[in-house]
């Protein structure tokens, strides 16, 4: 949570609570906060830390007095009169009530009987229900509140919009709709990679490098950030926003997300869960074994130098058997896979008597007349090719793909 509040580069105050306890120790916590780069006011820091009893209520005015100070310092405020924005924090399908979405109110506010828009659909608000589930007719900006009367349940982090008349926002929300496809292609889009930061470096738009440091041991993990802290970056910092030793694990990824940042795995690999967020969300995750090549990496990223590397890989074999030759189709060369796959995509060598006579890729598959996609070892199968190129009974032809080299 500290991670997240600073890479985002929001005001933290830390409410330290449980403070009635005999064993209570409230500048034990102040200590172990430092850690965090947290360092409480009364000790020459800049972060406000209330002690407090949510059981008593001790402090809790203090706590108060200081979210409001420090909001006044910060002047964060929000107009009433402004127009309404909402963020979904939470919804679900209820069997009583239907869909119910629990919003914070940002800008303007939200009353009952508004027209309310989210998501690409809209509807009627027909209650609001308070964080004391207490019915109530208004929200104001930074009121937490549960709504009644969206038609589907909205997703979580999606921005609720008012409108004054139905025509409106059914015209918002339509507009909405057919926009989500490119909406959600350009998300696509902004990958979180190596490759991403280093043409945002090489344009002049990386402003700060984040980076996310797992390793396996202690000992690793301090070696990797005593060498990156060397490493000289004036145009571009780096920071490193979170490091410990383990799995790489969806926090963090989703870490990653919210800062833009990239993980560095080090012996470390990532669990099930993370691999499936990081590929949801487009984020990288680099794995490696030596430290030197995860301080080359940095250094080509911030200097926008970062290129991804390509491999070349054999798939599959195949020998040429027999030639036949069709009106429609021209000419085909009849078969036999010896070795791994052929794809209808695969690019191919044509070898003779071992020397590559040509290089080209199959325009068609087939299997007794039938376009297919793929052909496995053991099969026959008809492969037709540019015909300008002079094939023979007894070539051979080699498969391959070209992919982006991994970092292991």
Known sequence: AINHAQAADIPIIVAINKTDLPDANVDRVKEEL?????????WGGSTVMVPISAKTGDGISDLLAMVAL?????????????????????????????????IIVKTGSLIVGDYIAVDGFYGKLRAILNDKNERVKTLSPGDPGEILGLPKV???????TTFKSEKECRAYAASAAANSKYQDTSHQKMSVSLE??????EEGQLRQLNLIIKADVQGSLEAIKSSIEKIESQDIPIKIIHSSTGSI???????????????FGFNSTATNEAKKVAETENISIKSYKIIYEILED?????????????????????????????????LIAGSYVTKGT???????????????????????????????????EGYECGIVIDDTIEIKEG??????????????
């Open 34 to 42: 430092t850690k965090h780069n947290l360092v409480s006011e009364d």
């Open 70 to 102: 420090v909001a006044e310092l910060q002047d964060l405020k929000s107009s009433i009169s402004a127009s309404t924005n909402a963020v979904v924090i939470e919804a679900k399908l209820s069997s009583k009530k239907g869909p119910l979405a629990s």
């Open 154 to 160: 909205p997703s979580p982090g999606s921005i609720l």
């Open 196 to 201: 991403a930061l280093s043409n945002q470096a």
């Open 249 to 263: 694990n969806e926090t963090d990824v989703l870490l990653a997300k919210a800062s833009g940042g990239i993980i």
């Open 298 to 330: 940095i250094e080509r990223v911030i200097h926008g130098l970062y290129k991804p590397e390509f491999v070349e890989e054999e798939t599959g074999q195949a020998e040429i058997r027999q030639l036949f030759s069709f009106s429609k189709v021209g």
């Open 342 to 376: 052929i794809s209808q995509k695969s690019s191919i060598r044509i070898l003779r008597n071992k020397n590559v006579i040509a290089e080209t890729k199959i325009s068609s598959l087939k299997r007794f007349k039938e376009d297919v996609k793929l052909v496995k």
């Open 395 to 408: 070539d051979i032809v080699v498969a391959y793909k070209i992919s982006q080299k991994k970092v292991t």
